[in-house]
Nanobody, 126 residues
């Protein structure tokens, strides 16, 4: 059974940085697109980034473009989300997810979700 486990969340001041990790087990990372989502209190879940190495596609939502970077360490079977220039509006629970459809990350992220992680909380506050 595949499992995705997020870590790296916490409390950070505005303008600060965090790096989230999504450790993947039970599936071949190269066969899946991995995406990051977030859900703020009272808001719908939002897809913010995606990485698919099999077709070399990535995706970033406008809300994070230029501030967040997604990357992968295949040896560690981990996908990262480097978050810089954090704002209070970035406060949310962050989830990673895996999509095995083979359609990559274009035009706007994952096409279907096969597996979800349980999330990690990021709070941006002074």
């Amino acid at each position: 059974q595949a499992q995705l486990v997020e870590s790296g969340g916490g409390l950070v001041q505005p303008g600060g940085s965090l790096r989230l990790s999504c450790a993947v087990s039970g599936l071949r990372l190269g066969d899946y697109a991995i995406g990051w989502f977030r859900q703020a209190p009272g808001k719908e879940r939002e897809g913010i980034s995606c990485l698919a190495t099999y077709d070399r596609t990535t995706y970033y939502a406008d809300s994070v473009k230029g501030r967040f970077t997604i990357s992968k360490d295949s040896a560690k079977k981990t996908v990262y989300l480097q978050m810089n220039g954090l704002k209070p509006d970035d406060t949310a629970v962050y989830y990673c997810a895996a999509d095995g459809s083979g359609y990559g990350c274009q035009p706007n992220g994952l096409h279907g979700i096969d597996y979800w992680g349980k999330g990690t909380l990021v709070t941006v506050s002074s």
